[in-house]
C-alpha cells in the first residue's frame, strides 16, 4: 500500500471518529490491512472504499462550506483544506484502479463481491429503525467492523465457490447460514433478546412465507424478500438462502447417489402447494383460532422434518424441497420470469454421469435429452463439474459462459452473505 493511500484511509478513519466513533473509525483502519489479502481482488476493494470516500469528503465540504456561508464566516480556507483531501483521496483511489486494470475473472468478482456486500449491509444498517447487525448490539458502532468483516467473507467465498465444480463450498456456507440463524434463535429463545430481530417470534417454517400473510392479511416483509431473490437470481432461494433447505440437502447427502423420484410425486407436489396455501385462507374464513393455525403449521412443520429423515435420506433426493415445500415450486415457478438457467450445450453424450450430483431431481433422461435443467433446478451448480466435457453451464441473455457463472456467483454470493448477517427471527 503506497503512503498515499495509507493517508487516506487514516484521514477516512479520523473523520468517522469524530462523526461516528470508534466502530466506524476501525472501519477505515481495517481498510489498512487488505494489502495482507491474498489475490487481486484486494485493489478493486480498496479502489470502490477511495471512491466512498471521494462522496463522503464531497458531502462534508459542501455541509461545511454551507454552515459558514449561511453564518457569514470565512470559508476558503476551509473549502482548500477539504478540496486537498478530496483530492488525495481520489489520487488514491485512481493509483489503486490502475492496479485492477491487471485483475482476471475470480479477482474482480470478489473485489465487487466485497463492494457490493459491504454497500449493502451499510444501507440496511442505516435505514434498520433497529440495530439490524449483531456487532451493533453489543458495542454501538461494532455494527462497521462486521459489515466490513462480512465483506472479507464475500470475497474469500467468492473466490473458494469458483474454483468449486461440485458445490463443496456451496454447501458448507449454507449449512453455517442455517447454523448461524438457528443458533441465534436458540440463543433468543434461552432468554437473549439481543439475538432476535425484534422479539415478534414467528414459526421458522419456509411455507409460511406465503401462508402466514394469507392467515393475517399482513406480514408481507418476507414475502417481498423472497420474491426480491427470485428477481435477482431466480430459484437460487432454494440452494444457497434458505434456513431450512441446508437440512434437506444434508439429509440427501446421506446417500451417495440420489435415486429417480416416482413420476406421480409431481403431481403430489402441486397437490400439497395447492392444500397449504388454501389451508390458512379456510381457517382465516372459518374465523378458526391463530393457536390452532399455529398448531397446524408446527405439525406441517415437523412432517417436513420427517421427510427429510426418513424419505431425503434414504433416496438421495431433496424430497423436502423438491416436493414437500410449496416454496420450492413457487421458486421454481416464478424463477421462470429470471433469466438464469443452467443449460447443456450441444454435443452431450447422454451419459447421465451428471444427474448423478443433481439433488434436486432436475436433471432426467428427458431434461437431459431436451438439454436443459428440469422445472426443478435451483441453479445450485453443483452439476457443472460432473460433465467430463463441460457441457453444462449457467445461460444469461449477453454472458458469456464463464461470464454468466461469475455474475451468478457474484449475486449469490453477495445476498449469502447479507443475510448471513441480517437474517434472524
Ligand atoms: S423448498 Fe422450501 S425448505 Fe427447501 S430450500 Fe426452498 S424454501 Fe427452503
Ligand atoms: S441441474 Fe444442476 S444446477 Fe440445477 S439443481 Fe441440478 S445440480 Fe443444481
Ligand atoms: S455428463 Fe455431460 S455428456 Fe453426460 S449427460 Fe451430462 S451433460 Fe451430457
Known amino acids: 500500500m503506497t503512503l498515499l493511500t495509507t493517508f487516506s484511509f487514516v484521514l477516512l478513519a479520523a473523520h468517522a ?3 461516528e466513533g470508534p466502530g466506524a473509525a476501525l472501519f477505515w483502519l481495517l481498510a489498512l490491512l487488505l494489502p495482507l489479502a491474498r489475490g487481486g481482488w484486494r485493489h478493486l476493494a480498496m479502489a470502490g472504499l477511495l471512491f466512498f470516500g471521494v462522496v463522503l469528503w464531497a458531502e462534508v465540504a459542501v455541509q461545511l462550506v454551507g454552515q459558514r456561508l449561511l453564518l457569514h464566516l470565512p470559508w476558503y480556507r476551509l473549502a482548500a483544506i477539504l478540496s486537498g483531501v478530496l483530492l488525495v483521496t481520489l489520487a488514491s483511489a485512481l493509483l489503486q484502479l490502475r492496479r485492477v486494470g491487471a485483475l482476471r475473472g475470480e479477482g474482480g468478482a470478489s473485489g465487487l463481491t466485497f463492494l457490493l456486500v459491504v454497500t449493502l449491509l451499510a444501507v440496511v444498517r442505516q435505514k434498520a429503525p433497529f440495530d439490524i447487525l449483531l456487532f451493533d448490539r453489543f458495542y454501538p458502532g461494532g455494527g462497521w467492523v462486521a459489515v466490513f468483516l462480512l465483506g472479507c467473507y464475500g470475497a474469500w467465498l467468492l473466490a473458494r465457490m469458483a474454483a468449486d465444480g461440485e458445490g463443496k463450498w456451496r454447501r458448507l456456507a449454507w449449512s453455517l447460514f442455517s447454523l448461524v440463524f438457528f443458533l441465534q434463535l436458540g440463543l433468543g429463545l434461552l432468554g437473549l433478546d439481543l439475538f432476535l430481530m425484534t422479539g415478534k417470534l414467528h414459526l421458522p417454517i419456509p411455507a409460511l412465507i406465503v401462508a402466514g400473510p394469507l392467515y393475517r392479511g399482513e406480514g408481507l416483509f418476507m414475502l417481498i424478500l423472497f420474491a426480491l431473490t ?26 451417495k447417489r440420489p435415486a429417480p423420484l416416482p413420476g406421480w410425486t409431481r403431481g403430489l407436489r402441486w397437490a400439497i402447494c395447492g392444500l397449504v396455501f388454501a389451508t390458512p385462507v379456510a381457517l382465516k374464513a372459518a374465523g378458526v383460532p391463530t393457536l390452532v393455525a399455529l398448531l397446524l403449521a408446527s405439525v406441517f412443520g415437523l412432517g417436513g422434518l420427517a421427510v427429510m429423515a426418513l424419505w431425503s435420506r434414504q433416496s438421495g433426493t431433496m424430497v423436502h424441497c423438491t416436493v414437500y415445500c410449496p416454496m420450492g415450486l413457487v421458486a421454481n415457478l416464478l424463477g421462470r420470469i429470471n433469466p438464469w438457467r443452467v443449460v447443456i450445450a450441444e454435443g452431450c453424450c447422454s451419459c447421465g454421469l451428471c444427474s448423478r450430483r443433481c439433488r434436486y431431481g432436475a436433471l432426467s433422461g428427458t431434461d437431459i435429452r431436451l438439454l436443459r435443467a428440469g422445472q426443478s433446478c435451483s441453479l445450485c451448480g453443483d452439476c457443472l463439474g460432473a460433465c467430463p466435457h463441460g457441457h453444462l453451464h449457467y445461460r444469461f441473455p449477453g454472458l458469456s459462459r464463464n461470464g454468466a457463472r461469475t455474475a451468478f456467483l457474484v449475486m449469490a454470493v453477495t445476498l449469502h452473505a447479507v443475510f448471513l448477517g441480517v437474517a434472524r427471527l
Open 17 to 19: 471518529m469524530r462523526v
Open 230 to 255: 427470485i428477481l435477482l437470481v431466480g430459484p437460487a432461494w432454494c440452494s444457497h438462502l434458505c434456513y431450512i433447505g441446508a437440512w434437506d440437502n444434508l439429509a440427501a447427502l446421506g446417500r
